[in-house]
C-alpha cells in the first residue's frame, strides 16, 4: 500500500506561513503526490498535486524533496479558514487509482 | 453549479435492513469513489469506479456493493447493515488527466451519517 505519515496536529500563528510535512519513504516513480483538507463538518476538498517538481496555486504551494521520500505543504499566510485537517496522499493508476487518506494533521490557526 | 450530491443526508436503520445511499455528480467525471470516515481512523476508500461498469474494491469493501449503470451515478448498497457500518460516508468524484495518466481533483459530496442500531 502507497501510504504516508504526517504528525497528528500542528499550530501556527494567524497571518504567518504554514509547513505541513509528509512522508512517503515507499513512494512509487508513478505516485502522484496529492494534498486534501477537510474543514469542520464539511467534505474534504482539493488543494494541490504534483509529481516531481515544485507547485504553486492560488491555495498553497507543494515542494518535493528531490528524492521524493518526503513533500511539505506551504500556506504562505495562515488565516483562521485554514484550520482544517490536512491529508497527504500518494495516488498512481498503478497503484489502481486507490486513494490512503490516512489521519491527516490537524492543523489549529491561532489569532 | 457542478457538485456532487448524496442522499440521504442522515438516516438512522435497523441492523439487517437493505439500504441504499446514493451519489449523484453533475461533472461528467470519469472517476467516482466511496470512502467512510470514522474517529480515529480517517477516510477509507470504500469502493471506486473509473467509468461505467468498471468498479474496483478500496480498502475496507466488506459489506458494501457498488454499481456504475451510469457515469452520473454511484450508489453505495449495504445489503444487511451491521453497527460496525455506522460512519460518516463520503462520495467523490473526478475527472481522468489524460496528460498525466491519474485522477487528479476529486470533489466530494456532503456526506451521508449513517447509523445502524
Known amino acids: 500500500d502507497a501510504k504516508t505519515t504526517q504528525p497528528n496536529s500542528m499550530e501556527s500563528n494567524e497571518e504567518e506561513p504554514v509547513h505541513l510535512p509528509c512522508n512517503h519513504s515507499?513512494?512509487?516513480?508513478?505516485?502522484?503526490i496529492h494534498w486534501y483538507r477537510q474543514l469542520p463538518s464539511q467534505g474534504p476538498e482539493y488543494v494541490i498535486h504534483g509529481l516531481t517538481s515544485n507547485v504553486n496555486n492560488r491555495m498553497a504551494s507543494l515542494a518535493i524533496a528531490e528524492d521524493r521520500k518526503s513533500s511539505t505543504l506551504i500556506l504562505h499566510r495562515a488565516t483562521l479558514r485554514d484550520a482544517a485537517v490536512y491529508y497527504c496522499i500518494l495516488g498512481s493508476s498503478n497503484t489502481g487509482n486507490q486513494f490512503y487518506f490516512g489521519t491527516g494533521t490537524s492543523l489549529t490557526v491561532i489569532p | 453549479e457542478a457538485q456532487v450530491t448524496q442522499n440521504p443526508r442522515y438516516l438512522i436503520t435497523v441492523t439487517g435492513k437493505k439500504l441504499t445511499v446514493t451519489c449523484s455528480q453533475n461533472?461528467?467525471?470519469?472517476?467516482m469513489s466511496w470512502y467512510r470516515q470514522d474517529p480515529g481512523l480517517g477516510l477509507r476508500q470504500i469502493y471506486y469506479s473509473m467509468n461505467v461498469e468498471v468498479t474496483d474494491k478500496g480498502d475496507v469493501p466488506e459489506g458494501y456493493k457498488v454499481s456504475r449503470k451510469e457515469k452520473r451515478n454511484f450508489p453505495l448498497i449495504l445489503e444487511s447493515p451491521s453497527p460496525n457500518q455506522t460512519s460518516l460516508y463520503f462520495c467523490?468524484?473526478?475527472?481522468?488527466?489524460?496528460?498525466?495518466?491519474?485522477?487528479?481533483?476529486?470533489?466530494f459530496g456532503p456526506g451521508t451519517r449513517l447509523t445502524v442500531l
Open positions: 467523490a468524484s473526478s475527472l481522468w488527466d489524460w496528460a498525466s495518466g491519474i485522477y487528479n481533483e476529486q470533489f
Open positions: 461533472m461528467n467525471h470519469e472517476y
Open positions: 515507499t513512494i512509487s516513480g508513478t505516485d502522484y
